[in-house]
């Protein structure tokens, strides 16, 4: 099991993002984290804005195709695009979640 994160400046885009991942079974569960101040560079110039984060708990099998799905509708040229192991996960969750990203 994994966590896939990326970022978004538009808080109904994050929505959108989250619910769609969930609904194509790509990802098990999708929080879209309270607001926050994202810092970052751009045309060589310190940018600072409003964002969500996007946090999508899905399997390792899933995690090339929501990538992939993610990227596509994504607002941003090079998105964010972060994944990180989910160590010591439980069976039974890691079970929900396989359940939950396997196609129908």
């Not at 964010?80 to 890691?94: E, F, H, M, N, R």
């Amino acid at each position: 099991m994994v966590i896939a994160q990326t970022t978004v400046t538009d808080e109904a885009k994050a929505y959108e993002i989250a619910q769609g991942a969930v609904e194509a079974r790509l990802a098990a569960a999708a929080d879209v984290e309270a607001r926050m101040t994202l810092f970052h560079w751009s045309k060589d110039a310190l940018r600072h804005e409003r964002g969500y984060r996007v946090s999508f708990t899905t399997t390792t099998e899933r995690a090339a195709n929501l990538e992939a799905w993610v990227h596509g509708r994504h607002p941003y040229d090079v998105p964010q695009w972060i994944v990180l192991p989910a160590a010591g996960t439980s069976d039974a969750y890691l079970a929900w979640a396989v359940q939950e990203t396997t196609p129908r």
